[in-house]
């Protein structure tokens, strides 16, 4: 079982940039495919970007194309989550995700069997 802990949220103006961390414990690691999610105030969480366990496959949601980067770090464990243009409607808790990678659609959130306790971002002047 992979451990993940995010870091990095706060608050952040229109337009901003920001990135998001997250640390991974356990040994699978690095055979695993990682994303991010986000659930915006009293609505449902969403999918953000996932990258395989290779790092040479990277899918984004259609909103965030262009604007937000995944990367991962598997010698230091560690997942990255660059956010450029900021919008107010993308203040949202954000959560951090590791699954066994299948090759699957890596967009579905039951594709990932370790989740982060989340950290909030928020987009406002």
């Known amino acids: 079982q992979v451990r993940m802990t995010e870091s990095g949220g706060g608050v952040v103006q229109p337009g901003g940039s920001h990135t998001l961390s997250c640390a991974a414990s356990?040994?699978?690691?690095?055979?695993?495919?990682v994303a991010w999610f986000r659930q915006p105030p009293e609505k449902e969480r969403e999918f953000v970007a996932a990258?395989?366990?290779?790092?040479?496959?990277?899918i984004y949601a259609d909103a965030v194309k262009g604007r937000f980067t995944i990367s991962r770090d598997n010698a230091k464990n560690m997942v990255y989550l660059r956010m450029n243009g900021l919008k107010p409607e993308e203040t949202a808790v954000y959560y951090c995700?590791?699954?066994?990678?299948?090759?699957?659609?890596?967009?579905?959130?039951?594709?990932?069997?370790?989740w982060g306790q989340g950290t909030q971002v928020t987009v406002s002047s």
């Open positions: 995700a590791a699954g066994v990678d299948t090759g699957s659609t890596y967009y579905t959130s039951y594709e990932y069997s370790s």
């Open positions: 356990g040994r699978a690691f690095g055979m695993s495919q």
């Open positions: 990258v395989n366990w290779s790092a040479d496959k990277f």
